[in-house]
């Protein structure tokens, strides 16, 4: 049994990494590749060809892939030009061979990865709150990940969390907008142009991402300060909002800005715990992740895991 050897993919915006686990969540073999740019056939090429290579070494394969997993195989990712309703699932199975090869979104990789070695081990209700360039969240309730109708279930960038709705929220949504990777950079920005008399370091800065705003936060830059306090409040009330709906026993939280925003966490419980209620708010634990950029990967291979009992 020892000998069983899986295949992940955790595809991302513009790279694909790679690992082959082994049956106890051993990482035995990883590698990273960036993507084609053409995007559409050429990164389902790409796919494909890490699966053939590998075919012979595995016994299964997982891909986590970041966007929507219908029913039939087919998938929408926003981020892989021309990916609308690309035929991921039979493009692999058919380059698998008699390999199994099983696909599911990111959101559920990252939440997986961690029940499978991380954070929610033994944890049949948890939530993994991932804030990176964009918001989402992986949800286990009752032992299974929720997925929705249409599969969209955790497209918790979506949540509105403030009044009056702006015409800024359609591309991503209300909470997506001010208080992820991108979200961070456009506050700060828009706090620097209603402030002219400002003149602080990230005033001189030709291109401004939320990483030199978390470093102007260390040097207690008022912009910076302005800005990470209207997230933690944003995050603090997300966060409310699923322990009251999904009563969970942790929620989880990573991505590229967990992170610098670790640190944030004990603030961010202390905003929950205004909106949240009381009884699940006090039975819940807010945590960082253990895997950090690995959950994806790992979710991948527990996906492969499972796929073959």
Same mark, same amino acid.
């Given at each position: ?243 009251? &709906? ?21 603030? &961010? ?41």
């Amino acid at each position: 049994m020892q000998d069983r050897k899986f295949l992940a993919i955790d595809l991302g915006g513009t790279k694909l990494a790679i690992a082959v686990f082994t049956e106890g969540g051993e990482i035995i073999h990883r590698e990273q590749i960036a993507l084609h740019e053409e995007g559409n056939r050429a990164v389902g090429s790409q796919i494909c060809e890490i699966v053939k290579r590998f075919r012979n070494e595995v016994i299964s394969a997982g891909i986590g892939v970041p966007g929507i997993v219908r029913g039939d195989g087919t998938v929408w990712a926003p981020n892989i030009r021309g990916w609308d309703e690309y035929a991921l699932l039979a493009e692999t199975r058919e380059a698998a061979g008699t390999v199994p090869v099983a696909i599911d979104s990111d959101r559920a990789c990252y939440i997986l990865g961690e029940q499978w070695m991380g954070n929610a081990q033994d944890c049949d209700d948890a939530i993994y709150i991932a804030v990176g360039t964009g918001i989402g969240a992986g949800i286990i309730s009752g032992g299974q990940v929720l997925r929705g109708a249409h599969d969209i279930a955790g497209a918790v960038g979506w949540m509105a969390l403030d009044r009056p709705y702006l015409n800024k929220y359609n591309a991503c949504g209300c909470f997506e907008t001010q208080a992820s990777g991108d979200g961070i950079a456009k506050v700060a920005k828009e706090l620097l142009r209603s402030d002219p008399e400002y003149c602080g370091q990230l005033r001189s800065l030709d291109k401004l991402t939320a990483h030199e705003v978390f470093a102007a936060l260390t040097e207690r830059d008022k912009v910076a300060e302005r800005t990470i306090a209207q997230c933690v409040e944003l995050w603090g009330m997300a966060a409310a909002n699923l322990v009251s &709906i999904f009563n969970p026993e942790k929620v989880i939280f990573g991505g590229g800005v967990f992170g610098p925003a670790i640190p944030l966490l004990p603030a &961010i419980r202390e905003e929950a715990a205004k909106w949240a209620q009381p009884i699940a708010m006090r039975h819940v634990s807010f945590e960082p992740s253990a895997l950090g950029s690995d959950a994806g990967l790992y979710g991948a291979g527990l996906l492969a895991k499972r796929n073959v009992g």
